[in-house]
């Protein structure tokens, strides 16, 4: 206690010295990353340097490379103060080493920004998903995903604006699997009362800070009596401590096919891993597909940005014609979260103004612009803005 | 499938011998011995025997919600066509708890080897050992395949066109196997089983209909980059049998990027095949893309029966005795039973009415934004068979 306050008390003096300070004082003092205050809020890693914050990079596979260097560029533009820490995972190596620097590096910066690692279906079992490990290892236990309509993007459906809220670690995703008998697979769902009340938490006071009227928790508690049941219940009690918020349940396959028919009836979503996936990557078909959404997942203590549906683009890679609207969006929630509101601001404004003024739209939205032509024209509407930035 | 034919190919031939009238066929196998007892085909495609001079028995469940009201209308319209079917209703309570109920709708659809049902509802609030009895019924009968064709239907309002998929899911392991335990306080494990002989099967059914009916493309849709053992397999097995099946194109997808596809560009997709969940997943999503659960019939296949419900399973509790509920759905199930019983002039005619029903006229009901009642509907579909031709029954 002692210990803590004093190292506090010599933070602003000794800045990056802190983690050797809490070396020298006691292994107990280790890592005043992003604690939670008392009230629950997670305080931002300080920025250290004068101010610049230093964010862990991990480009993945894929189109990821060349859309995290674009953020970079961008940001290099935007004279934004902060620091890439390059973290590179190579997904065909067996060994997890590689990601395990990358989790050593996030954990020490805090904050961290990344393309999707791929992962091999011809591997051995034994070959976990990177990403999942990441996701475990840091206990980044929300993945939340915020679905609006563009104005400037031709869609079927118009007028959505939905937060899914999904459960990051445990489900499905678990990765416990046996074949105790030849030609009989049992894969393991895990569903915990403590980690299903916490994503209920976790999503209620989201709705309450962003001033949402209702939640709606999606399940097949029908059909899996005791896992999304408890999960369910969860949501129930987490709900009454919430009396001004509505709660309302419904089932997964009944909720898909009111998201392709009415998608404007959904406020807040919450669920547990799979029909998470699957919720998430339906409402990103809705508003114009998976070159648009950034997400975020938040654990107590870590945070990291990519783009929601996670995919790898291995066929559009390096042909300069993948859409970089969902990892700069993602970059400006990570601004967001570390506080940096006005740098935030100005480049959403201007890959929204992009996006719905210029209209320059890439392939997938269908458009005719490439990458670099979009990132061009963000830049120019950034420096219209004002004179913020360095020369282009 | 020859399995279980090798052993009943004796006692056929020799009843075959011994009497000239088909009808009596259930009778001298009585005789014959215990063991022979209950010949249905045991190929799923030739239909049960007719008996009694032509006419069918097919087993009714009128299930709960909307399901009693559509499926007397079936039988009013049946009447109305003189199709020779009889249906032998057999009522299941929900809310009771014993199995009594559902054991004896079991033993009726193995008796008829056909049945036509309602959703029946599965009330949450009921401790786990209560089953769903929908899920007791396909496990017990093994109706291994649930076969959903999604056709875009002209004259219904939908933001896709074109759309023509044919969803198989497997339809009775997977997720649904109701296996679960809490061996630490607070820790719920639910298992997931996939068997390698459920998953050949499933994709052995899938290329065989793709075959059949002409298709150019079967999709496994999976989650293997995470599952790698349970989907990896159903995965391994649909590529074995895919190899002998040259003619046709195999690909497969992950779950989510299936999802998202078919809300941007169905048109892609021809056949589908996949384990429980994905397949209650998906083709609820493929009901909503071509205009919502109350047009798209359900099939469940089992090698020795066939159940036709509507694809979407709903109970419809809140429209229930409303009068507004859709009833296409479950006509053409009805329709598609007609198919599976080798009816097909009757099942022709019926179709015909009801599509043409759905499209030209501008009765719709509420859930396509019209504003008919179900009845109405009905009788629109009567009155068009009626313009058809002298075959049906007198009175409307």
């Not at chain 1, 604006?161 to 009989?184: A, C």
């Given at each position: 206690?002692?210990?803590?306050?004093?190292?506090?008390?010599?933070k602003?003096?000794?800045?990056?010295?802190?983690?050797?300070?809490?070396?020298?004082?006691?292994?107990?003092?280790?890592?005043?990353?992003?604690?939670?205050?008392?009230t629950?809020?997670?305080?931002?890693?300080?920025?250290?340097?004068?101010?610049?914050?230093?964010?862990?990079?991990?480009?993945?596979?894929?189109?990821?490379?060349?859309?995290?260097?674009?953020?970079?560029?961008?940001?290099?533009?935007?004279?934004?103060?902060?620091?890439?820490?390059?973290?590179n995972?190579?997904?065909?190596?067996?060994?997890?080493?590689?990601?395990?620097?990358?989790?050593?590096?996030?954990?020490?910066?805090?904050?961290?920004?990344?393309?999707?690692i791929?992962?091999?279906?011809?591997?051995?079992?034994?070959?976990?998903?990177r990403?999942?490990?990441?996701?475990?290892?840091?206990?980044?236990?929300?993945?939340v995903?915020?679905?609006?309509?563009?104005?400037?993007?031709?869609?079927?459906?118009?007028?959505?604006?939905i937060?899914?809220?999904?459960?990051?670690?445990?489900?499905?995703?678990?990765?416990?699997?046996?074949?105790?008998?030849s030609?009989?697979?049992?894969?393991?769902?895990?569903?915990?009362?403590?980690?299903?009340?916490?994503?209920?938490?976790?999503?209620?006071?989201?709705?309450?800070?962003?001033?949402?009227?209702?939640?709606?928790?999606?399940?097949?508690?029908?059909?899996?009596?005791?896992?999304?049941?408890?999960?369910?219940?969860?949501?129930?009690?987490?709900?009454?401590?919430?009396?001004?918020?509505?709660?309302?349940?419904?089932?997964?396959?009944?909720?898909t096919?009111?998201?392709?028919s009415?998608?404007?009836?959904?406020?807040?979503m919450?669920?547990?891993?799979?029909y998470?996936?699957?919720?998430?990557?339906?409402c990103?078909?809705l508003?114009?597909?998976?070159?648009?959404?950034p997400?975020?997942?938040?654990?107590?203590?870590?945070?990291?940005?990519?783009?929601?549906?996670?995919?790898?683009?291995?066929?559009i890679?390096?042909?300069?014609?993948?859409?970089?609207?969902?990892?700069?969006?993602?970059?400006?929630?990570?601004?967001?979260?570390?506080?940096?509101?006005?740098?935030?601001?100005?480049?959403?404004?201007?890959?929204?103004?992009?996006?719905n003024?210029t209209?320059?739209?890439?392939?997938?939205?269908?458009?005719?612009?490439?990458?670099?032509?979009?990132?061009?024209?963000?830049?120019?509407?950034?420096?219209?803005?004002?004179?913020?930035t360095?020369e282009? | 499938?020859?399995?279980?034919?090798?052993?009943?190919?004796?006692f056929?031939s020799?009843?075959?011998?011994?009497?000239?009238?088909?009808?009596?066929?259930?009778?001298?196998?009585?005789?014959?011995?215990?063991?022979?007892?209950?010949?249905?085909?045991?190929?799923?495609?030739?239909?049960p025997?007719?008996k009694?001079?032509?006419?069918?028995?097919?087993?009714?469940?009128?299930?709960?919600?909307?399901?009693p009201e559509?499926?007397?209308?079936?039988?009013?319209l049946?009447?109305?066509?003189?199709?020779?079917?009889?249906?032998?209703?057999?009522?299941?309570?929900?809310?009771?708890?014993?199995?009594d109920?559902?054991?004896?709708?079991?033993?009726a659809?193995?008796?008829?080897?056909?049945?036509?049902?309602?959703?029946?509802?599965?009330n949450?609030?009921?401790p786990?050992?209560?089953?769903?009895r929908?899920?007791?019924?396909?496990?017990?009968?093994?109706?291994?395949a649930n076969?959903?064709?999604?056709?875009?239907?002209?004259?219904?309002?939908?933001?896709?066109?074109?759309?023509?998929?044919?969803?198989?899911?497997?339809?009775?392991?997977?997720?649904?196997?109701?296996?679960?335990?809490?061996?630490?306080?607070?820790?719920?494990?639910?298992?997931?089983?996939?068997?390698?002989?459920?998953?050949?099967?499933?994709?052995?059914?899938?290329?065989?209909?793709?075959?059949?009916?002409?298709?150019r493309?079967?999709?496994?849709?999976?989650k293997?980059?995470?599952?790698?053992?349970?989907?990896?397999?159903?995965?391994q097995?649909?590529?074995?049998v895919?190899?002998?099946?040259p003619?046709?194109?195999?690909?497969?997808?992950?779950?989510?990027?299936?999802?998202?596809?078919?809300?941007?560009k169905?048109?892609?997709?021809?056949?589908?095949?996949?384990?429980?969940?994905?397949?209650?997943?998906?083709?609820?999503?493929?009901?909503?893309?071509?205009?919502?659960?109350?047009?798209?019939?359900?099939?469940?296949?089992g090698?020795?029966?066939?159940?036709?419900?509507?694809?979407?399973?709903n109970?419809?509790?809140?429209?229930?005795?409303?009068?507004?509920?859709?009833?296409?759905?479950?006509?053409?199930?009805?329709?598609?039973?007609?198919?599976?019983?080798?009816?097909?002039?009757?099942?022709?005619?019926?179709?015909?009415?009801?599509?043409?029903?759905?499209?030209?006229?501008?009765?719709?009901?509420?859930?396509l934004?019209?504003?008919?009642?179900?009845?109405?509907?009905?009788?629109?579909?009567?009155?068009?068979?009626?313009?058809?031709?002298?075959?049906?029954?007198?009175?409307?």
């Amino acid at each position: 206690m002692i210990m803590a306050t004093l190292t506090k008390a010599l933070k602003p003096i000794l800045g990056r010295q802190l983690g050797n300070a809490a070396k020298v004082f006691g292994a107990a003092v280790s890592n005043q990353r992003g604690k939670p205050t008392y009230t629950g809020q997670i305080i931002p890693p300080p920025a250290k340097y004068g101010g610049r914050h230093t964010v862990a990079l991990i480009p993945g596979d894929g189109i990821g490379p060349e859309l995290l260097s674009h953020v970079r560029e961008l940001f290099r533009f935007s004279c934004v103060p902060v620091d890439f820490e390059v973290v590179n995972v190579n997904s065909s190596l067996t060994s997890e080493d590689d990601i395990k620097n990358a989790i050593m590096a996030i954990r020490r910066n805090g904050v961290a920004l990344k393309g999707n690692i791929e992962t091999n279906h011809i591997m051995p079992p034994n070959h976990k998903s990177r990403n999942n490990l990441l996701r475990t290892s840091l206990d980044l236990y929300a993945n939340v995903m915020h679905c609006q309509s563009l104005p400037g993007v031709q869609t079927r459906h118009k007028n959505i604006d939905i937060i899914i809220i999904r459960e990051n670690t445990e489900g499905e995703y678990s990765s416990l699997e046996h074949e105790s008998v030849s030609g009989v697979v049992e894969c393991l769902k895990i569903i915990t009362r403590t980690n299903s009340l916490r994503i209920a938490d976790y999503a209620f006071k989201l709705a309450r800070e962003k001033g949402r009227r209702r939640v709606t928790a999606v399940h097949k508690a029908n059909i899996m009596k005791l896992g999304d049941g408890l999960f369910l219940q969860c949501c129930k009690e987490v709900a009454s401590g919430y009396p001004d918020i509505e709660f309302d349940s419904m089932i997964v396959d009944n909720t898909t096919m009111q998201l392709v028919s009415k998608p404007q009836q959904f406020d807040v979503m919450v669920m547990p891993n799979l029909y998470g996936n699957v919720v998430s990557n339906v409402c990103a078909g809705l508003v114009g597909g998976p070159g648009l959404v950034p997400g975020a997942n938040y654990g107590r203590d870590y945070a990291v940005f990519e783009t929601a549906t996670r995919n790898t683009g291995k066929s559009i890679a390096n042909r300069n014609i993948a859409n970089p609207t969902a990892m700069l969006l993602a970059s400006c929630l990570m601004l967001d979260h570390l506080k940096l509101y006005d740098y935030a601001t100005m480049i959403r404004g201007a890959i929204l103004t992009t996006m719905n003024k210029t209209r320059l739209h890439t392939v997938d939205i269908g458009g005719q612009g490439t990458t670099s032509e979009v990132v061009q024209s963000i830049m120019r509407n950034i420096e219209s803005g004002g004179p913020l930035t360095t020369e282009i | 499938m020859s399995i279980a034919a090798a052993r009943p190919a004796l006692f056929l031939s020799s009843t075959r011998l011994l009497q000239p009238w088909p009808g009596l066929k259930c009778t001298v196998y009585k005789l014959k011995s215990p063991a022979v007892f209950c010949q249905r085909e045991k190929s799923s495609n030739t239909p049960p025997p007719a008996k009694y001079g032509g006419r069918h028995t097919v087993t009714l469940i009128p299930g709960d919600g909307i399901g009693p009201e559509l499926l007397n209308h079936v039988r009013e319209l049946f009447r109305f066509c003189c199709v020779p079917v009889d249906f032998e209703v057999v009522s299941v309570n929900s809310a009771a708890s014993s199995e009594d109920d559902i054991n004896n709708a079991v033993t009726a659809i193995k008796r008829n080897g056909v049945a036509l049902k309602g959703n029946i509802e599965t009330n949450h609030n009921l401790p786990p050992s209560y089953k769903s009895r929908n899920n007791l019924l396909r496990t017990s009968l093994d109706l291994y395949a649930n076969v959903m064709h999604c056709q875009s239907l002209p004259g219904v309002p939908s933001h896709h066109k074109d759309i023509d998929v044919i969803i198989i899911r497997e339809n009775t392991e997977g997720e649904y196997s109701s296996l679960e335990h809490e061996n630490v306080s607070g820790v719920v494990e639910s298992l997931k089983i996939i068997t390698r002989v459920n998953s050949l099967r499933i994709a052995e059914y899938a290329f065989n209909l793709a075959r059949e009916k002409g298709r150019r493309k079967v999709t496994a849709v999976h989650k293997a980059n995470i599952m790698k053992l349970g989907d990896g397999l159903f995965l391994q097995c649909c590529k074995e049998v895919a190899a002998g099946y040259p003619d046709i194109t195999f690909d497969d997808m992950i779950v989510d990027n299936s999802t998202m596809q078919l809300v941007s560009k169905p048109q892609q997709f021809d056949v589908m095949v996949m384990p429980n969940l994905y397949g209650n997943v998906v083709s609820n999503v493929c009901a909503g893309l071509v205009g919502g659960p109350g047009l798209v019939p359900g099939v469940n296949y089992g090698k020795d029966y066939a159940i036709f419900e509507s694809a979407t399973r709903n109970t419809g509790k809140s429209i229930a005795n409303k009068n507004i509920a859709n009833p296409t759905a479950t006509l053409l199930a009805g329709c598609v039973m007609l198919d599976h019983l080798k009816l097909h002039a009757y099942a022709r005619m019926i179709r015909k009415a009801v599509l043409k029903t759905l499209s030209e006229t501008q009765l719709q009901t509420a859930d396509l934004g019209g504003q008919c009642t179900t009845s109405e509907v009905v009788h629109s579909i009567m009155q068009e068979i009626q313009r058809g031709g002298p075959r049906t029954s007198g009175q409307i």
